[in-house]
């Protein structure tokens, strides 16, 4: 079972980020089991055909989650 310290670390890292005037933080899900974890905390897929492929293939996705 999970402890929750993933998540805990993409809060700190988007918290960061607002503090730190960071516009966009990227990453590369290396299969669809986190790429739809990523999803759950608000990353989408990256927009540009390398990213649909990957989506495609199930490996290394490149996703964003751009910060208000």
Not at 10 to 17: E, G
Not at 19 to 36: D, F, V
């Amino acid at each position: 079972k999970s402890l929750g310290l993933f998540s805990q670390l993409l809060k700190n890292l988007t918290m960061f980020a607002k503090a730190n005037r960071i516009r966009k933080i990227t990453l590369s899900a290396s299969t669809n089991e986190p790429y739809q974890y990523f999803q759950q905390h608000g990353f989408t897929v990256e927009k540009n055909a390398f990213a649909s492929a990957a989506l495609e293939r199930g490996t290394t996705i490149p996703m964003e989650l751009l910060i208000n």
